[in-house]
């Protein structure tokens, strides 16, 4: 998308309001948003509620988090001389690179300079006389603008289990979203990682190394696959940046905008020579390979996804030496690829470590959090550090945790409280001037590419409307409703959306999250834009704009 010639006026939007555009947060999203609206001349404010940028990348510092895209598929692709600078050192890199890497960009497009650190937003509301909004963070300070932007990010609200007594503990416990900067040492300590989602397993595998005694607590048992990292040398990295074109371009090309292109292939129109072969290829092969790179039937024909659950079930059986604890490990409730697959390193052989016991939470619920440990059904646990690796009250949460009001004093939280609805993603009906970088609704995935896109297609809108005047943008209600129900259609057929995850708004934890909703857009990232696109390249008449 480039920016057309009427949208490169420098227009200050709002004078008499503070800002013209605030922005909810500095990581990927809000940085590159930084960037983008500079370009209009826009006078631009991020409230961060951490102390430096990075988001997802600054909050989850957790022992073993990095990334499960490949490095240089997740890096901005906006900037060539950016592309020339950074080297990534692995090909998946750990959370300290990256928020290196996040602080790299910072400082080389002097993006600091626009963003107000440890402010948390606590509500915005529309002031449709005005045509402006008003936010009040948490010190109670209070600011205005003509647009709001969130940049939340969809795994931003990290959510503890309903658990009684977690206060009671006496030792030290973490969220592995909200992990402290000072670095914690498990030598010789009695830990517990509670939940093996993605961050668990990451978790999991690197405290092993060092506690005296790691006892995981696991609920639903997830289907893990090999990330099969390794580092980059100046070589490589060469031979990576040489590629870029054509990476940056398969990405714009695939479903969700990873790097592993489906295979055209069913899963039955080839022999089980030919299938085995292909699923040991992917299992030996890198990333996302064997989730995003498979037949093309493998998430939506139960017959296709079940055999290939089995592979994958054979494979922890040949990695986990006691067949009861591999049982365990062996999910029952989805088939492979149903749920986020957790990218591992040695997980699975983790539980062949004398150091390491698995307490089944399905056999013997979690009756309390005592003062010393965890008390199950069937025995009390003793330990130094509990990690609480319960994941995120996703997609929308972020969203909840502000009081956000539109038109008329409407609250997004219950307009939202069967399901989200939105148009493209970025916007929703009653709330004018609000755009969503990462929504519910918009193209998930490898997030970076989707993140770019979004932004400038929020940027050229606002340079649309300075252009002409105007100072109003609304979602209409028939195209928010052509919208949800190309969402609902592209939802249809899914397996993934017949299984509780945070990917259908399942969340345990939190009040009212019980029950499936439509959080995500499970079309192609292609079919997003051209949809996108096309609302641009028609003046947006979806919208009211005045
Ligand atoms: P998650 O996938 O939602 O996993 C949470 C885990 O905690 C699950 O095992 C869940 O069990 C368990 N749990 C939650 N509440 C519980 C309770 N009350 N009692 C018992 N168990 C409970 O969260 P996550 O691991 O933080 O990952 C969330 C998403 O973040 C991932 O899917 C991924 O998209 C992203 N992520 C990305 C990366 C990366 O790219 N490198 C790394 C980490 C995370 P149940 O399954 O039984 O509910």
């Known amino acids: 998308m480039t920016l057309s010639s009427e949208t490169n006026h420098p227009t200050p939007e709002a004078p008499g309001l503070d800002h013209d555009v605030i922005v909810?947060?500095?990581?990927m999203s809000g940085l590159y948003l930084i960037y983008r609206l500079r370009e209009l001349g826009l006078r631009v404010r991020v409230f961060?509620?951490?102390?430096?940028?990075?988001?997802?990348?600054?909050?989850?510092?957790y022992p073993g988090a990095r990334f499960d895209s490949e490095s240089y598929s997740y890096g901005y692709s906006f900037s060539q001389e950016l592309l020339d600078e950074w080297d990534w050192s692995e090909h998946f890199s750990s959370q300290p690179e990256i928020e290196r890497y996040l602080n790299f960009v910072a400082d080389k497009f002097d993006l600091r300079r626009d963003i107000q650190f440890s402010s948390r937003v606590r509500s915005a509301a529309y002031d449709g006389e005005n045509r402006c909004w008003n936010i009040v963070l948490e010190d109670g300070s209070r600011h205005s603008s003509r647009f709001m932007i969130t940049a939340l990010g969809p795994l931003s609200a990290p959510t503890?289990?309903?658990?009684?007594g977690v206060e009671d503990f006496q030792g030290r416990s973490f969220h592995t979203g909200l992990w402290p900067k000072e670095n914690i040492s498990f030598a010789g300590k009695r830990v517990a990682v509670i939940g093996t989602g993605a961050s668990g397993v990451q978790a999991i595998q690197e405290v092993a190394k060092t506690a005296g005694q790691l006892t995981v607590f696991q609920r639903r048992p997830n289907w893990c696959t090999p990330l099969h990292n390794r580092p980059i040398d100046k070589e490589e990295m060469a031979r990576i940046r040489a590629g870029y074109p054509e990476l940056f371009q398969r990405c714009r090309e695939t479903a969700a905008c990873f790097v592993h292109t489906v295979d055209p292939r069913g899963t039955f129109e080839v022999t089980v020579a030919e299938r085995n072969a292909f699923w040991e290829e992917l299992y030996a092969g890198p990333g996302f390979g064997i989730w995003q790179g498979n037949f093309r039937d493998i998430l939506t024909d139960p017959k296709a996804n079940k055999l290939l659950s089995d592979f994958v079930a054979d494979k922890i059986r040949g990695r986990v030496h006691d067949p009861d604890i591999a049982e365990l490990l062996i999910?029952?409730?989805h088939g492979f690829g149903t749920r986020r697959v957790p990218q591992e390193t040695h997980y699975y052989e983790v539980y062949n470590r004398p150091n390491v016991t698995l307490v089944s939470m399905l056999e013997t619920p979690v009756e309390r959090i005592t003062r010393t440990g965890v008390r199950t059904s069937g025995a009390d646990y003793e330990f130094d550090i509990i990690i609480y690796a319960t994941g995120f009250d996703a997609?929308?949460?972020?969203?909840d945790r502000i009081d956000i009001s539109g038109t008329d004093g409407r609250k997004l939280t219950e307009e939202w409280k069967s399901g989200p609805t939105t148009f493209v993603g970025v916007m929703v009906e009653g709330f004018p001037n609000m755009f969503m970088v990462m929504g519910p609704h918009a193209a998930l995935g490898n997030n970076?590419?989707?993140?770019?896109?979004?932004?400038?297609?929020?940027?050229?809108?606002?340079g649309h409307m300075s252009g002409r005047d105007l100072t109003v943008a609304a979602a209409r209600p028939e195209a928010v409703e052509e919208w949800t129900g190309f969402v609902r259609?592209?939802?249809q057929g899914l397996l993934?959306?017949?299984i509780d995850s945070w990917m259908t708004g399942v969340n345990m934890n939190v009040e009212g999250k019980q029950t499936r909703t439509l959080v995500r857009y499970s079309g192609t990232a292609p079919e997003y834009r051209e949809w996108c696109d096309m609302v641009a390249a028609k003046g947006y008449p979806e919208l009211a704009l005045a």
């Open 448 to 462: 970076p590419r989707s993140i770019e896109y979004n932004v400038e297609w929020v940027r050229d809108l606002i």
């Open 48 to 61: 961060e509620a951490g102390t430096g940028v990075g988001g997802t990348w600054y909050w989850n510092r």
């Open 496 to 498: 993934s959306n017949e």
């Open 489 to 491: 259609q592209k939802a």
């Open 160 to 164: 503890m289990p309903r658990f009684a």
């Open 24 to 27: 909810i947060g500095a990581g």
């Open 395 to 399: 997609v929308t949460g972020s969203f």
């Open 331 to 333: 999910p029952r409730d």
